[in-house]
């Protein structure tokens, strides 16, 4: 088993930044592409942006590219999300996944997820 714990949201205001902690305990961290996604009241869960094992290979959303950016410290079993710039529509409860086959841009493909964490851009 593999038990993911998102931390790091909060309320802020259009242009802020925060930065989201997914903190892994269980099998092998650097076993899994690690991934962000976001769900907003009333929308399917969305992907957000993804990285290797080794942290050299990341992929982002056209939507949050150049804004965001996903790390990992293996050595820390640790995924993070920087947010800059954030907007309203980034608004959603984030989740942390980890994927060890299929495709990374689809939440089905996922293993486990945290529980999420709330994060609301205002206006």
């Known amino acids: 088993q593999v038990q993911l714990v998102e931390s790091g949201g909060g309320l802020v205001q259009a242009g802020g930044s925060l930065r989201l902690s997914c903190a892994a305990s269980?099998?092998?961290?650097?076993?899994?592409?690690m991934g962000w996604f976001r769900q907003a009241p009333g929308k399917e869960r969305e992907f957000v942006a993804t990285?290797?094992?080794?942290?050299?290979?990341?992929y982002y959303a056209d939507s949050v590219k150049g804004r965001f950016t996903i790390s990992r410290d293996n050595a820390k079993n640790t995924v993070y999300l920087q947010m800059n710039s954030l907007k309203p529509e980034d608004t959603a409860v984030y989740y942390c996944?980890?994927?060890?086959?299929?495709?990374?841009?689809?939440?089905?493909?996922?293993?486990?997820w945290g529980q999420g964490t709330q994060v609301t851009v205002a206006s």
């Open positions: 269980g099998r092998t961290f650097s076993s899994y592409r």
């Open positions: 990285i290797s094992w080794s942290g050299d290979i990341t």
């Open positions: 996944g980890a994927a060890s086959r299929g495709s990374i841009f689809y939440p089905r493909s996922y293993d486990y």
